[in-house]
Nanobody, 121 residues
């Protein structure tokens, strides 16, 4: 139906930067909200940042001022620019999309497989 593929994760020292990308493909008519979540070992998955089709954004308090979410609607792609990384940012980062399908017109919520971000001290 809809596939989300994340990229851009890796190992970086504290204070460094990464840019994550998530490309959506499949029978997509439109994508409403897109977001990034993260999950560290032993912790619940949490919302990091989200963006609507109109460009309205919201962020978790822990990442405000350091993370920036953006999207390219024509490419069905969402980005997460991460600056001033901290060790506590270490997690698997997952892309999420709220999409409307072309054939059925139905609305669904989809997840990528995740990309690992590891921040060393």
């Amino acid at each position: 139906q809809v596939q989300l593929v994340e990229s851009g994760g890796g190992l970086v020292q504290a204070g460094g930067s990464l840019r994550l990308s998530c490309a959506a493909s499949g029978s997509i008519f439109s994508i409403n909200a897109m977001g990034w979540y993260r999950q560290a070992p032993g912790k619940q998955r949490e919302l990091v940042a989200a963006i609507t089709s109109g460009g309205t954004t919201n962020y978790a308090d822990s990442v405000k001022g350091r993370f920036a979410i953006s999207r390219d609607n024509a490419k069905n792609t969402v980005y997460l620019q991460i600056d001033s990384l901290k060790p506590e940012d270490t997690a698997v980062y997952y892309c999420n999309a709220d999409a409307v399908l072309t054939v059925t017109g139905g609305r669904g919520n989809y997840w990528g497989q995740g990309t690992q971000v590891t921040v060393s001290s």
